[in-house]
């Protein structure tokens, strides 16, 4: 069974770049649609982004399109989130999930609720 294994948390200035990683281990990331989603404290929750099993296909979210950019290492079995100019309204816990209900199959809507392993979470801080 997938499980997925986060980076450790991260502290960058305003404006500043950051890259996140989530390792698939059991089995390879190639197979599921995975997804970034941030837990903001007083903001409402947000997919930040979400790749296609093949990596071939990537959605943003308006807010982060221009500056952050999703890929898929399949050498690796991993996916990362590259960050940049980040904002202190960024600070939060970023989660990454793989859709393993639904083997091969690219959710668009990058639904979180679709997803069923999730990592254990990575604290972004952003700050002066």
């Known amino acids: 069974q997938l499980q997925l294994v986060q980076s450790g948390g991260v502290t960058v200035q305003v404006g500043g770049a950051a890259r996140l990683s989530c390792t698939g281990s059991?089995?390879?990331?190639?197979?599921?649609?995975v997804l970034w989603f941030r837990q903001v404290p007083g903001k409402e929750h947000e997919t930040v982004s979400c790749i296609s099993p093949s990596g071939s296909l990537t959605l943003y979210a308006e807010s982060v399109k221009g500056r952050f950019t999703i890929s898929k290492d399949s050498a690796e079995n991993a996916v990362y989130l590259e960050m940049s100019d980040l904002r202190p309204e960024e600070t939060g816990v970023y989660f990454c999930?793989?859709?393993?209900?639904?083997?091969?199959?690219?959710?668009?809507?990058?639904?979180?609720?679709?997803?069923?392993?999730w990592g254990q979470g990575t604290q972004v801080t952003v700050g002066s």
């Open positions: 059991a089995q390879q990331l190639s197979l599921y649609s």
């Open positions: 999930a793989a859709d393993t209900r639904r083997p091969g199959y690219w959710d668009n809507g990058c639904s979180p609720s679709e997803y069923t392993t």
